[in-house]
């Protein structure tokens, strides 16, 4: 995973790296998501887990808040969820331990830590940080629509939750790879968690969203790319005005178009009948040709998790044939992944 | 102005009406703006004018705030804005002298009344509200993309400023001298003055901007028309967001598209160039059927405030065979405007 630090671009990392992953007392691994997702994908910021009575595990490594300390953990990081989206009282008493130990505690969930009274207090008493990453940084300024310097790519879909995260990530491992100059710009709670900074776009006031997405992907040196993690669908009624603002505001030079084959009608919408992909790629090059005029599909991402290699291979082979352009499932690799790579970067196919 | 009183129809205002405007100490009428808009439109809401030595009068009575109250008003507005967008120090004795009068305080700019000290120890002591209409409701939802019964108008233009809000205004107050079941729906805060309620879709939270469009208008009768104030631009670099987010949870069966006649670029992006009127249009119905598939333009409103008679008239007539619709200046009303009625509902032109 020792790539992904060249992903961790931010300026010393507005999150307290490394982190020890705290798992509550959750029984269910659906809940685990977050502390999934940064074991894959930051896996060298994560020294190792820690519970209150949990059976689901990362694999990591169970350390207490002061062993995690003085191997230099800066950060306890809630990595799971429960059905509320709240914290429950079982887990204050660790939380207040993981402070004392001198660890900074960072959350994505809904509910605000310095709205538990006991954690504030402790906060302020021992000098720590309570972190909500779904509250937007300070400052965030209306949209200019000027272009950038610096290349952009976005993840966009035709729906929210089918694999733009990781799309994203893996495209921008794949670039650092290459040895290309890149940063992973979350745009999401859990990105956020992963890359150590990032803008919770969906919890920015409107008429500051486009302007979140500038500030995202600030202006860099010619060869330099910004790889997004995109947010909703331009489809979707009731994300679509997160997706323009960030496809404006990104501005992107490329983008690549995620899809979940088999989804028919967006997740809890079931009277929005699903988009197709290239209705998607047509309405983003429409959209985003506002604020870049060279805006351009490199080729499609498909989550195919839930099919067998052979099936999956096959399906992939046909969407590129029917859309002429490279389609891949990044969780995949192989060599339609280096072609929808090469399409990205733009460099002959086998280059 | 006594038909407007018709278009008042959220539960009893949620907004201390009738008014008492305050022009502070104003002396440029181009800050007075709100106050003419309510004077303009709510007029039957406005019992006088006090200020603390502006020059600037919308030509209401000169009440202080005790003979305002006497006369039945029950807040007092903050009608004047100016170049900070802040209130000065001047202001808080008239405002605290309205508190103690019985008046509450109603407030659109940026900053935030509670903020003020002196302003907060007064309200809390008098028992008196303090009312910033830029800050949205509570409760708003993400949005369902759910039909709801009743019809709705929506403004859309080529860009912000040029009389969205007006021509919403004039088109409800129309429909209500036909005879026709009518809400104004607000969507900003001059507009929520006005009706005495509204949301301030720009300051919604992006995740929840098309569910606080489709909390605007709420279900209704079959034959009851919502006509909504439209905010910024589909083509906007910066508000397009809130656009699209407003048009999904609008759901128009019909909108009208705005443009003032000679601006060639958007406002304060001079790189970028407005759109045409009839690429508004395409563009409108092409999104905007995505949560209503009926969805049609009635027609176009042009701002020719800065035309003579003869002009605007020329211009008018010109537009409509160009487009192949009605164009009309709802300010200057006339036959062009009841084409533009007639579009709307859908009735024989001339009936």
Redesign the interface.
């Given at each position: 995973m020792s790539t992904l630090s060249a992903l961790h671009g931010s300026p010393a990392g507005l999150l307290p790296q490394p982190y020890l992953l705290f798992l509550g007392d959750t029984t269910e691994p659906g809940y685990a998501k977050t502390a999934y997702g940064l074991r894959d994908w930051a896996g060298d910021m994560c020294l190792g887990e820690w519970s209150c009575g949990a059976t689901v595990s990362t694999g990591l490594p169970m350390l207490t808040p002061e062993e995690a300390r003085t191997r230099g953990a800066h950060g306890l990081v809630i990595g799971v969820a429960n059905a509320g989206g709240f914290i429950p009282d079982s887990w204050i008493a660790a939380l207040v331990e993981a402070l004392e130990a001198g660890l900074d505690i960072v959350s994505g969930m809904h509910m605000r830590l310095a709205d538990i009274p006991r954690l504030a207090v402790a906060a302020e008493r021992l000098g720590r940080r309570l972190i909500d990453v779904r509250t937007p940084p300070r400052g965030i300024r209306?949209?200019?629509?000027?272009k950038r310097s610096g290349k952009r790519l976005l993840t966009v879909g035709t729906d929210c939750a089918l694999g733009k995260k990781y799309t994203a990530l893996a495209l921008a491992r794949a670039f650092a790879m290459r040895g290309v100059d890149v940063d992973f710009r979350a745009s999401g709670q859990t990105g956020i968690l992963i890359a150590g900074s990032g803008i919770p776009?969906?919890?920015?006031?409107?008429?500051f969203?486009?302007?979140a997405a500038e500030m995202l992907s600030p202006a860099a040196h010619a060869q330099h790319w910004d790889v997004i993690e995109g947010q909703g669908s331009l489809?979707h009624?009731?994300?679509?005005?997160?997706s323009?603002?960030l496809l404006?505001g990104s501005q992107p030079d490329v983008f690549v178009a995620c899809h979940e084959p088999g989804r028919t009608h967006?997740l809890g919408?079931p009277?929005?009948a699903l988009p197709t992909i290239q209705q998607v790629i047509e309405l983003t090059v429409q959209?985003g040709q506002?604020?870049n005029p060279a805006i351009r599909c490199a080729g499609v991402s498909l989550n195919t998790g839930h099919l067998d290699a052979d099936a999956a291979q096959e399906l992939l082979a046909r969407t590129a044939t029917q859309l002429g352009m490279p389609a891949a499932d990044p969780m995949r690799g192989g060599e339609s992944f280096d072609r929808l790579i090469d399409a990205a970067l733009n460099e002959q196919a086998g280059a």
């Open positions: 209306i949209a200019s629509g000027n776009m969906d919890a920015t006031v409107v008429d969203s486009a302007g489809f009624p009731a994300y679509a005005g997160v323009l603002a404006h967006v919408h009277e929005f959209l506002r604020t």
